[in-house]
C-alpha cells in the first residue's frame, strides 16, 4: 500500500505498511514509522534512541462491512537533551483511545443523521463507545462557550421534566446561540454565569427577561449598567392567565344561577381577533357572551389595548398609552384589574425599555421548543450533562462537527517562466 493511499484512506502521515492480514472477519493493517521520523514527544529533539517498543491496535474506519484495524509497534525512544525515556506521540490517534481519529470523525458525521444505538450497530462497537465520542467532541466545541462579545441577552427557565426539575437557559440574542444552562432556576442558577461573564469582560448592553424578582434582583446586582427590558410576550401571557381565571370564576358564579353561557369561551377570549376562526362562527359566539356579561367584556377589551403600548412610535407615546390603561383598568372596579394595573406599574420601567432595545426572550422560547422536541426525539437523556451540551450546540447542529486535523501532503510548486526584461525604447 502506497504511502498516499494510507494518508487518503485512514489519515497516515508518515508512516509505511508493513503487512495486512484477514482475521475473523476484520481487515488489519500493521504499520510502522520510520526511525528517521522519531521524536522526543515533550521537547521534540531528534537526538534520541530506540528503545523497544508498545504493541496497540486501534480501529479505524471500516472497508465495507469489515471492521478495519491498525497495528502499531508505538516506539519508545531516550531523549539525550531530557534525559529521559518516552514514547514517541502518535499522530493519527489519542494516546488514551483505543480508535483513530478518523474513525471518530467519521462516527460523529453519522450522528448527525442516526441515533447513538444506530451509529454503535453499523460500526460494531458499543454504545457506550459512540456516546463518548459525542461527548467528547460536544466538550471541546461547546463546553466553554466564548462569552466576550455578548451585548444583548435573553434569560428563561425551561421545564425537563416531572417532579419541578428546571433548567434556566442564556440566549445571545444577536447569534442566536446558547451561552449557558443552569441547573434549576432563579438567581442561584446563574451564579456559574456571572463567575464566567465577569471573567470574560463582556460589556452586556441589554437583558430581557420576563418579571420575575428573583431575575430582576440578580440583573441589578450583576449588570447594573444594562438595560433591563422585560419581556412582552409574558406580560401579556400574565394577563391572559388573569383573565381566564376571571372568567372561571364569572362562569362558576353563572352556572350556579343556572347559566352557561360561558361555556366553551375559554380561548375564543385568549385568541387575538384576527386568528377567530369564521368558518366556526368563533367571532359571534365571542360577542355573545361578551354581550351577555359586561365585566368579562371590559376585561377582554382592555387585554386587546394592553398590546399597543409596544406598537407606539416612541417610549414617550407608548407611556401615555400605558398610563391611560392604567387608569381605565382602575376604573373599571374589577379587582383581578386592578391587581394587574399594580403589577403594571410597578414595572412600567422596564416594560417601557423595549423602546431602547427592542428585544425579547421571543427566540429563547422557540430555542426551549426546539430543546422539548430533541429530549423527545432521543426518549430523554440519561446522562445529564451530556443533556446540557447538546442545548449548547443545538443551533449548529447542522453543521459539521470539528474533527480530526489532516495534514496536508506537500504539493510541488509549479516553475515559473522567466520574466522578459524590458528594454524600453531607444531614443533618437
Known amino acids: 500500500m502506497s504511502t498516499s493511499l494510507l494518508y487518503h484512506a485512514f489519515g497516515l502521515v508518515g508512516y509505511r505498511q508493513l503487512s495486512q492480514r484477514f482475521q475473523g472477519g476484520h481487515v488489519i493493517f500493521r504499520i510502522e514509522q520510520p526511525r528517521e521520523r522519531h521524536r522526543c514527544s515533550a521537547c521534540g529533539s531528534m537526538d534520541v534512541w530506540d528503545q523497544g517498543g508498545v504493541e496497540r491496535t486501534f480501529r479505524t474506519v471500516p472497508i465495507g462491512r469489515k471492521p478495519t484495524f491498525v497495528q502499531f509497534l508505538i516506539p519508545r525512544v531516550l531523549c539525550f537533551d531530557c534525559g529521559k525515556i518516552r514514547q514517541v506521540k502518535l499522530g493519527f490517534a489519542d494516546p488514551k483511545k483505543q480508535y483513530t481519529r478518523l474513525f471518530e470523525r467519521y462516527a460523529l458525521e453519522l450522528s ?32 466553554n462557550p466564548k462569552l466576550h462579545k455578548l451585548k444583548e441577552i435573553a434569560i428563561d427557565e425551561i421545564a425537563i421534566g416531572k417532579g419541578h426539575h428546571y433548567l434556566t437557559v442564556v440566549l445571545n440574542l444577536r447569534s442566536g446561540a446558547v451561552v449557558f444552562v443552569g441547573d434549576g432556576k432563579g438567581g442561584d442558577a446563574l451564579q456559574p454565569f456571572w463567575k464566567q461573564l465577569r471573567r470574560s469582560h463582556a460589556k452586556v448592553r441589554a437583558v430581557a427577561t420576563d418579571m420575575s424578582p428573583a431575575y430582576i434582583a440578580a440583573v441589578r446586582e450583576n449588570l447594573p449598567g444594562a438595560v433591563h427590558v422585560f419581556d412582552h410576550f409574558h406580560v401579556i401571557k400574565l394577563f391572559n392567565e388573569k383573565l381566564s381565571a376571571f372568567r372561571r370564576q364569572l362562569h362558576q358564579e353563572l352556572s350556579a344561577a343556572g347559566q352557561k353561557i360561558l361555556k366553551g369561551t375559554r380561548w375564543l377570549l385568549l385568541k387575538n ?71 403594571l406599574e410597578a414595572h412600567q420601567e422596564g416594560i417601557l425599555n423595549y423602546y431602547h432595545y427592542r428585544i425579547s426572550t421571543g427566540p429563547l422560547e422557540g430555542t426551549n421548543t426546539k430543546i422539548q422536541a430533541m429530549k423527545r426525539q432521543a426518549y430523554g437523556f440519561r446522562d445529564h450533562e451530556i443533556f446540557k451540551l447538546k442545548i449548547l450546540g ?25 520574466r522578459r526584461r524590458n528594454r524600453g525604447v531607444q531614443r533618437l
Open 273 to 343: 381577533p384576527e386568528n377567530l376562526d369564521p368558518k366556526k362562527n368563533e367571532i359571534e359566539r365571542l360577542q355573545e357572551a361578551l354581550r351577555l356579561n359586561q365585566p368579562l367584556a371590559t376585561a377582554y377589551y382592555l387585554k386587546e389595548d394592553l398590546r399597543q403600548i409596544w406598537t407606539q412610535e416612541n417610549k414617550r407615546a407608548a407611556r401615555r398609552v400605558l398610563t391611560d390603561w392604567l387608569a381605565r383598568a382602575r376604573a373599571s372596579g374589577i379587582r383581578l384589574l386592578k391587581q394587574f394595573a399594580d403589577t
Open 112 to 143: 448527525q443523521h442516526m441515533t447513538i444505538q444506530d451509529v454503535a450497530q453499523h460500526l460494531q462497537v458499543s454504545w457506550d463507545t459512540i456516546k463518548g465520542i459525542q461527548a467528547r467532541a460536544l466538550r471541546r466545541r461547546f463546553g
Open 394 to 418: 443545538h443551533h449548529s447542529r447542522h453543521q459539521l462537527p470539528r474533527g480530526p486535523r489532516l495534514r496536508r501532503l506537500s504539493k510541488p510548486r509549479p516553475q515559473l517562466l522567466p
